[in-house]
């Protein structure tokens, strides 16, 4: 539950600064006790926003402020 209402949170957030940027969930399975947001590039380039691999505890550090991903989308983006 807790990583699914971060992810809802942080691709709300997403979508609210780029409207165009489709968002997509889990897209493939992904890996346990893990948080990540990642970019993929019209040219096929994976650019990570945010891992939360290697954080914690406590708990609360693997999960990003959506603010902080929608900067790292906004800088990859320029």
């Given at each position: ?25 889990n897209p493939r ?8 947001v990642s970019l ?31 900067e790292a989308l ?5």
């Amino acid at each position: 539950r807790v990583y699914g209402r971060n992810a809802a949170a942080v691709s709300e957030a997403l979508r609210g600064a780029v409207s165009h940027l489709p968002v997509d969930i889990n897209p493939r399975p992904p890996r346990r006790n893990s948080f990540e947001v990642s970019l993929l590039k019209e040219d096929g380039s994976t650019v990570e926003l945010w891992s939360g691999i290697g954080k914690g505890p406590p708990r609360k550090l693997k999960f990003p402020q959506p603010e902080a991903v929608v900067e790292a989308l906004k800088s990859s983006l320029a």
